[in-house]
């Protein structure tokens, strides 16, 4: 090895050396950089859980502004009103002075939570309704905030109905934050269609609504409504092709005829597993015989290969012995000679 092959290859070394001492470098750089990013990183900050009162008063108050909220429309100007509808809910929200302190879209997230609680209790007690008692599940609501929340989710208007327009900055019509009688008009309203689409069983109940936007306080005001504006949407709505005998009631010849359909599908049921069984033994029964045949067969090939070994054994002894008694003669012969 001459002096140019040593250069050249103390040259690549170097180079190589250089170039790990660069990658390592690196590597404990990003690592520095992603112990800071962790080091310096902060949780992130939750709310306080709502009470029973903070729930109660934000329901009360979103079910002034249901005709905004609850309204299906997409357009930039719908968007708007609703924008503006939801910081005027949190700041009546925030001066009733419940102690914390919510932003709009904390409220607006709270509204949708209980929506879907709502819904997901009114389907609980149709289904526990026709299950005992010890199988009935939990409600997630209160019954008195299940009730609000279901007649503010009532309340909701048509995609079809005009949004007034002509609001002030805060996207409501009047400056005083009084409650009329006209506000109860679509319950009215409501109710005399559920009335006439045979949901005349349901019981009147009384709920207490109320907001004082001057005194910004809550006052008691009893609203008469029915049982039917507690059902969430898209739960029975009331057309011809919803009747009341096909909708599940909790009287005892309903629940006997759950029960015997429930018993003859378990009956059906049964009988099919039998014959799932049935059929499993049968064919295990074949695997088994083919299995039993196999090995018959296997030991009459056994039993023919060893005829034909013995054979041939025996054959060859015969040779043999021919072999060595021709040989004796011969020997004999030559004796005799």
Request: net charge negative; with cysteine; charged share 35%.
């Amino acid at each position: 090895m001459n002096n140019t092959e040593r250069e050249k290859a103390k040259k690549e070394a170097e180079s190589l050396l250089a170039d790990y001492l660069e990658r390592r470098k690196n590597y404990q750089f990003k690592n520095l950089e992603k112990q800071k990013k962790y080091t310096t990183m902060t949780k992130k900050p939750y709310s306080t859980p709502f009470s029973h009162a903070e729930t109660k008063v934000l329901v009360e108050i979103i079910s002034k502004y249901s005709h905004i909220v609850q309204n299906l429309k997409s357009d930039a100007v719908t968007i708007n009103i609703k924008h503006n509808a939801w910081e005027k809910i949190a700041n009546h929200f925030n001066a009733c002075a419940l102690g914390v302190h919510r932003s709009h879209p904390t409220l607006k997230n709270k509204w949708k939570l209980l929506k879907k609680c709502a819904r997901k209790d009114a389907l609980a007690a149709k289904r526990n309704s026709m299950m005992p008692e010890s199988k009935a599940t939990k409600p997630l609501l209160s019954e008195d905030i299940f009730k609000l929340v279901c007649r503010t989710m009532k309340s909701k208007p048509s995609d079809d109905q005009p949004i007034n327009v002509m609001e002030d900055s805060c996207g409501i019509a009047n400056d005083d934050d009084d409650v009329d009688d006209d506000d109860f008009g679509d319950f009215n309203d409501n109710e005399h269609d559920m009335e006439n689409g045979n949901q005349s069983d349901s019981s009147n109940i009384v709920l207490e609504t109320v907001i004082d936007g001057d005194n910004d306080h809550l006052d008691e005001e009893s609203q008469t409504v029915t049982l039917s504006l507690l059902e969430p949407n898209g739960l029975y709505e009331a057309d011809e092709a919803t009747t009341l005998s096909n909708r599940p009631t909790t009287s005892n010849s309903s629940r006997e005829e759950v029960f015997a359909s429930q018993a003859k599908y378990y009956k059906v049921l049964i009988g099919k597993e039998v014959r799932n069984e049935q059929r499993r033994a049968k064919d295990h029964q074949l695997v088994l015989k083919k299995s039993e045949l196999e090995l018959k067969k296997m030991e009459l090939e056994m039993k023919i290969m060893k005829e034909k070994h013995d054979n041939e054994e025996r054959r060859k002894e015969e040779r043999h012995q021919i072999e060595m008694e021709r040989m004796r003669g011969n020997v004999l012969y030559v004796h005799e000679n």
